[in-house]
């Protein structure tokens, strides 16, 4: 991913090109992710690491900042089947990566290999399909829960 002087000005950028400002809220939260990039984020997960510094700020800004800012293509909104929306950025120019979730502690960690260029090429081959996106989801237990199952 690039520095993040280079991710803010492009973050900045996109929202003054859609006639929106990067206020105090939504820099807190773009940071929150910055300090954050390895975890993938819920709302709730949000609000409580910024309400210690916006204490005014409510749960409803925190999504309605997420839901901007995933429309403008800064964040990617991921659905891992429990009900609950997690987020990361985007990363449209960068290679795609795949999502473990464990059954157990709901932790998610990322895989980066695509296995899936070699079928996706095989789709289009056959059924004349050209794959522009894809999303995989692993479901199992991470390391640590396994211990505990056994």
Do not use: W
Not at 5 to 14: A, M, S
Not at 29 to 40: E, G, K, S, V
Not at 90 to 99: I, L, T
Not at 116 to 144: M, P, T, W
């Amino acid at each position: 991913m690039a520095d993040e002087q280079e991710i803010y000005q492009v973050i900045c950028d996109r929202l003054r090109n859609n006639s929106y400002k990067l206020t105090p809220q939504r820099q807190t939260i773009l940071r929150t992710f910055m300090d954050n990039a390895a975890r993938h984020l819920s709302a709730e997960d949000v609000y409580s690491l910024v309400k210690h510094e916006y204490p005014d700020m409510g749960l409803a800004t925190v999504y309605r900042t997420l839901d901007l800012l995933a429309e403008l293509g800064i964040l990617q909104k991921n659905d891992f089947g429990d009900g609950c929306s997690r987020y990361e950025f985007s990363r449209k120019n960068e290679h795609h990566h795949h999502h473990l979730i464990c059954l157990n502690c709901g932790e998610v960690s990322e895989f980066d290999d695509d296995l899936l260029e070699s079928l996706e090429a095989v789709i289009f081959k056959r059924n004349h399909f050209k794959v522009v996106d894809h999303d995989l989801k692993f479901l199992g237990y991470c390391q640590k829960c396994q211990s505990t199952l056994e």
